[in-house]
């Protein structure tokens, strides 16, 4: 159910008077992400022809609680700096009291003293005293500067941390349409190695028929294409999870049925791949965690000024006015104007320590932000191994294939022609398998990879993956659709 606004029926401008949900980054139900589907696509109907990459990305980040969390966190922040400026306008108070009042003279013995025969009393009567007060703060020491500083690039690390969360977020429901296809790809080289399997077993079959094998070839085939079937089925049964997983992370439910469209792949292009200390460079000018930490480290430094002017003097205009209405008496009316100055003479050394404690924060978040700078700099040093060593994989796997692929139908032919013998025939079959297998694997491991390295550096978004991953990524940047 959707949140409602408390002030839901105030004018806008009473709403955000200083605007301040405007420094908030774009929220899954305020405006289209970068490079996304409209808010408006949200809905998440399911695509006639079956999910895109793109759609997937879209639906899970309009649909995954964690951006809807980190979203919220940032308005939380926004609020505070709404909080910190309402600090340079002057507090206006108004109260009021009536009160019902009657008094009388009592003697010591507890009667009433009799005055020309007869009892004194106060005739009854209203009082009314409505007042207003004026506090404006003139002059703090910095205090109300380092709140809004504070809060400041408090906002500015929310909004980072929110852009981490979509990145990550795009790059689990890239992982798992990848794996998914990986999965599936996997059920297709193990069908195939099946139909081999088969075969091979019709031919041993076919030579004990007519006496030139033995019941021991037939054996072996059978073993082996029992095996390959067994293969099949733990396969289809791994690309089953691994759908729930991607459909988990795009934020739909999994159900039978479900239609993904499937990726084209091209081959690695070394055009354009830096040096590995260049995009750690890169990495720390693009990651959001990184600038998020370097927020935190200002807002603790803005800290500081906010502890040490707790200490010092504050200077405010002060006014106020009442009026005295008595039902029996005259009115009086009461204004005052004037300074007040505030001047903390012994705090018991509080001040001292809180001025310590903000000075030791701001250690702590510089430490803090000097580690994350490492774990960059070891991300992407990993990624780009990682996306060298699958790129070399695939075009090694490449020829494997191809090596395993003659060498089974060499050892077919030269078994049905009597002149091979089952052992190398299967042994064959069995490398062939493997080897699609490893295909497989190294061409999807490449694609999450290459998307890996983006995140890594901090360049993980939509343009990006519409210009490095499938060619269906690539038809979706060229249209616009």
């Not at 399997?197 to 029992?226: M, N, P, Y």
């Not at 990726?263 to 200390?277: I, K, Y």
């Not at 300074?339 to 404690?357: E, M, R």
């Not at 700099?377 to 191809?402: F, I, M, R």
Request: with cysteine; net charge negative.
């Amino acid at each position: 159910m959707p949140a409602t606004s408390a002030h839901a029926g105030l004018p806008q401008a009473l709403e955000d008077p200083f605007g301040v949900h405007d420094l908030t980054s774009a929220g899954p139900a305020d405006s289209p992400h970068p490079g996304s589907a409209p808010a408006a696509d949200c809905a998440g109907a399911p695509p006639a022809t079956g999910w895109t990459l793109l759609q997937l990305i879209d639906h899970a980040l309009c649909h995954n609680p964690k951006t809807r969390q980190a979203w919220a966190a940032a308005r939380v922040q926004a609020a505070q700096v709404g909080v910190n400026q309402a600090a340079y306008l002057p507090t206006l108070n108004a109260s009021g009291t009536m009160i019902r009042t009657q008094s009388s003279f009592v003697n010591s013995s507890g009667a009433s003293s009799a005055v020309n025969g007869g009892n004194f009393q106060f005739p009854e009567q209203t009082r009314i005293n409505p007042s207003v007060s004026l506090n404006y703060l003139l002059f703090d020491f910095g205090g109300r500067r380092g709140r809004l500083e504070n809060a400041r690039n408090a906002l500015d690390a929310a909004n980072w941390n929110h852009d981490a969360v979509l990145q990550g977020v795009i790059f689990s429901a890239v992982q798992g349409y990848f794996q998914y296809f990986a999965a599936q790809s996997a059920v297709d080289a193990n069908r195939a190695s099946e139909r081999a399997s088969a075969e091979a077993l019709k031919a041993a079959q076919v030579r004990h028929d007519v006496g030139a094998g033995t019941i021991a070839d037939v054996l072996q085939a059978q073993t082996a294409f029992s095996q390959a079937h067994l293969n099949v089925v733990k396969s289809e049964g791994e690309a089953a999870v691994a759908l729930g997983t991607m459909a988990n992370a795009a934020g739909l439910d999994p159900k039978p049925g479900f239609k993904v469209v499937g990726p084209t792949f091209s081959e690695p292009d070394a055009q354009g791949e830096a040096a590995v200390e260049a995009l750690i460079q890169e990495a720390r000018g693009l990651r959001p965690d990184l600038a998020a930490a370097e927020a935190q480290v200002r807002a603790a430094e803005a800290n500081v000024a906010v502890a040490r002017s707790t200490g010092r003097p504050t200077l405010s205009f002060v006014g106020s006015y009442t009026y005295n209405y008595a039902s029996v008496l005259r009115d009086v009316e009461n204004w005052q104007v004037g300074l007040q100055l505030n001047v903390p003479l012994f705090t018991g050394f509080s001040n001292t320590y809180q001025v310590k404690a903000a000075e030791e924060q701001v250690a702590a978040q510089q430490a803090s932000r000097d580690q994350l700078a490492q774990t960059v700099a070891l991300d992407v040093w990993q990624s780009y191994y990682t996306l060298n060593t699958a790129k070399e994989a695939l075009g090694t796997t490449s020829d494997l294939l191809t090596s395993a692929l003659q060498s089974e139908q060499v050892a077919l032919g030269r078994y049905k022609a009597g002149v091979g013998n089952i052992l190398d025939l299967l042994t064959t079959q069995a490398s062939l398998a493997s080897a699609r297998v490893q295909k497989i694997q190294a061409q999807f491991t490449w694609a999450i990879s290459r998307a890996k390295l983006a995140q890594a550096i901090g360049a993980l978004d939509l343009g990006g993956l519409a210009s490095t991953l499938p060619d269906a990524l690539d038809s979706h940047r060229k249209t616009g659709k």
